[in-house]
């Protein structure tokens, strides 16, 4: 019997191109199932988020977490208790050092633009309080402040974080100040957290060199203050 060499040779030829292509396509098919897959979990991820509500602390120095690392300032910390009780909601830390309640105002609407908010802490004042600002200055900027979020975003829970101004201001001007957050609380109708620092303030081992902001185990403090009143905001 003749052999066709030939013949052999283009089956051979066709069966490797044929093995090539079915590789071709399985390698094509496993990336189409990974980029699909990543998708889908880019796409879930960002249902998750999209589904959580927002808690956003709008602040100072205090609430920037100055001095400390950013996982250990106070919106850090409550991040991660939310996160371990499973609470469906993301922090959202909005403090910058120095700001005043004027400058506070001036940057809220752009803020409140950037997402929709579930709970809202107002945490301003403490800068004020120590540059010697009217009080009544101070008051009537946290009531502004508190008004625009109920404009923008009239469905957001808001609390006032209250503060204290030390001693060295005087008795009268600390007489002053530190009535003007539960006036605003009730006048407003807002929740009310009494002294943010209740516990820390004046306390040489939970504070910084400075005496003014909380160390890390400061913060921890701080922590159970705000979660004093933002728990009972959370729901499950």
């Known amino acids: 019997m003749d052999i066709d060499f ?8 066709s069966l490797i191109l044929s093995c090539i292509l ?7 098919n496993r990336e189409k199932t990974s980029v699909t897959s990543q998708s889908a979990k880019s796409e879930t991820d960002e249902k998750n988020r999209s589904e959580k509500g927002v808690v956003l602390f709008f602040g100072n120095s205090l609430t920037a977490g100055y001095g400390v690392e950013a996982d250990e300032s106070f919106p850090a910390l409550i991040q991660k208790r939310i996160d371990s009780l499973g609470l469906p ?4 830390n909005a403090g910058i ?7 506070g105002l001036n940057r809220i609407d752009w803020v409140l633009d950037q997402q929709n908010i579930s709970i809202f802490v107002l945490e301003l004042g403490a800068n004020d309080g120590l540059r010697g600002l009217p009080p009544e200055q101070t008051k009537d900027n946290l009531k502004a402040i508190i008004s625009t979020v109920r404009e923008k975003q009239p469905s957001a829970e808001i609390i006032l974080a209250g503060m204290m101004v030390p001693p060295s201001m005087g008795q009268e001007y600390g007489k002053k100040y530190n009535r003007i957050f539960p006036e605003i609380a009730k006048e407003a109708e807002v929740d009310l957290i009494p002294f943010l620092l209740d516990n820390v ?16 185990a400061g913060n921890k403090i701080v922590v159970e203050n705000v979660w004093s009143v933002l728990s009972g905001k959370l729901n499950k």
Not at 6 to 13: E, G, M, T, V, W
Not at 22 to 28: P, S, W
């Open 97 to 103: 050092s120095g700001e005043t309640t004027a400058t």
């Open 201 to 216: 303030g004046g306390i040489d081992s939970l504070n910084q060199d400075d005496g003014i902001h909380p160390n890390p």
């Open 22 to 28: 079915l590789a071709c396509g399985e390698n094509e």
């Open 6 to 13: 030939n013949k052999i040779r283009l089956f051979s030829a």
């Open 89 to 92: 909601y993301t922090i959202v």
